[in-house]
């Protein structure tokens, strides 16, 4: 059978490694997919660069759409990221009859509705195993392997920058700033990380897996977002020694009233083994009713791991290249026409009705019956606490320090519940600082 032919959009990190991976394991992976698989044209608007990659056998050209508009092309594979050009690319490409393979997530998570429409339509397949956790075969786990479940929850930590600026925070005792300058000068971070430390490139593969995990449609507008920036040292260092690590989690849970879908930094058990996931590797637990708890590790970034992704979605496409669309599996792992009856049935909570326990750190005036006022005021909104430890005046605030720390551990609690009971708390007038409050976890 012909080589199935594919045109790469972007020869940056990624797509090199593509290209690379395609060339050293051609011939293995041809025994997997029936046929080969041809880079035969690449577009990128550094034309020499490119070259330099694939060297003379391939077409290089400037212009994206000159790739889109070769009939001899079967795959475009775009890999230039974002929601501009990449959106109408990936669109013409489908209207043209290509089939796409994209890492693109915050695409999918915003506009996954409509792009998987036209794909349906037309009749070709949108593969995305590269946007979720790099090289973690995820949604390969979450559409096939495990669709005999009812998927109950998934969490996941899923941006490597922000799991290794917070393994650095604990190792090192630093804070957030310091570190996330580290994380740049090393190449981890981006020069402008908003993406990755405010969450949203969290929440946007969180978006991803909570479709495929729920069958319900793309809601990223919908997810609670929450980064890192505000974590100080001291609440690594308090967690640890009360037995836990604070990770940044996307997190998607079904309940009898609809579905979690947040990304924010969480308490987890340091037993947990996804609590020992340190640097920028990723890991995701998926939880589902007959399989239990499963986990999955590697990395989350770089050029071979995205590229074994990519290629994973190429092999894919290369076996059913030709044959009838209803023999694929459905984008989101259902039947497309039933998202939206689930999306009603499952709506995404708004986080007031978001159900956790906390850790909470008040700084304090070190003065009698302070205490005895929170614990009032939380016993008041109905909820229970789990523990309460008082830092040493001297340890916090040093020698003579009229300062503390209260940490306070809840039980599971309505977030809306939380908040009104913070605000009365923050209100106190021996509430010397913003109060700190992080959700935790017990992912059992
Ligand atoms: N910026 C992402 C991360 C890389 O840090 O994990 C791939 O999504």
């Known amino acids: 059978m012909k080589p199935i032919q594919v045109g790469l959009l972007g020869i940056g990190t990624v797509g090199s490694g593509t290209f690379n991976v395609l060339q050293r394991n051609q011939e293995e992976i041809r025994r997997r997919a029936g046929r080969g698989i041809e880079i035969a044209m ?26 889109i508009a070769n009939p001899e092309i079967d795959v475009v594979v775009e890999l230039i990221g974002g929601y501009g050009i990449a959106k109408a690319l990936v669109l013409e490409a489908i209207a043209a009859g290509k089939h796409v393979v ?17 794909a349906a339509d037309k009749g070709v397949i949108v593969a995305y195993e590269a946007a979720v956790a790099g090289g973690i075969p995820i949604i390969k786990a979450l559409r096939e392997g495990l669709t005999a479940n ?20 604990r190792d090192k005792g630093l804070d957030f700033d310091v570190v996330l300058k580290e994380a740049q000068r090393l190449g981890y971070a981006e020069a402008d990380p908003t993406f990755d430390i405010e969450g949203v490139d969290a929440a946007h593969k969180v978006t991803l897996m909570s479709a495929i995990a729920f069958g319900i449609p793309v809601q990223f507008d919908k997810a ?15 967690a640890e020694q009360l037995g ?82 209803a023999y694929s599996v459905p984008a ?23 159900v956790t326990s906390y850790y909470l750190r008040i700084r304090v005036a070190d003065e009698a019956g302070v205490l005895a006022k929170i614990t009032t005021l939380l016993a008041n909104a ?10 040493e005046a001297d340890e916090v605030g040093g ?23 913070l605000a009365e708390i923050q209100a106190l007038s021996t509430v010397l600082t913003p109060i700190t409050r992080i959700r935790k976890e017990e992912l059992n």
């Open 224 to 238: 609670y977002v929450e980064g890192i920036t505000k974590l100080a040292g001291a609440d690594i260092k308090y």
């Open 332 to 354: 989101l792992a259902f039947q497309s026409h039933t998202l939206a009856a689930a999306g009603h049935e499952l709506p995404v909570l708004a986080m007031a009705d978001v």
């Open 42 to 67: 690449v577009a990128d608007l550094d034309t020499t660069r490119a070259k330099q990659v694939v060297g003379d056998a391939v077409k290089v050209v400037g212009d994206a759409r000159e790739v």
């Open 399 to 421: 020698e003579g320090s009229t300062q503390t720390d209260l940490i306070i551990l809840t039980h599971d609690t309505r977030e809306g519940d939380m908040d009104k009971a």
């Open 150 to 169: 009812s998927i109950q929850w998934v969490a996941g930590i899923i941006n490597g920058t922000t799991n290794f600026i917070l393994s650095e925070m």
């Open 382 to 391: 109905g909820i229970s606490i789990d523990a309460v430890i008082q830092r």
């Open 102 to 118: 994209t890492a693109n997530k915050a695409l999918l998570a915003v506009h996954g509705t409509e792009i998987f429409k036209a």
């Open 244 to 325: 836990y690590r604070i990770k940044l989690l996307g997190i998607t849970k079904r309940t009898d009233k609809g579905v979690e879908l947040r990304v924010h930094p969480s308490l987890i058990p340091a037993k947990r083994l996804i609590a020992n996931v340190e640097g920028a590797m990723n890991a995701v637990v998926v939880n589902g009713d007959a399989v239990g708890t499963t986990l999955y590790y590697g990395k989350g970034a770089g050029s071979e791991p995205t590229a074994s992704a990519v290629i994973a979605d190429l092999v894919d496409i290369a076996r059913l290249h030709g044959a009838d669309p």
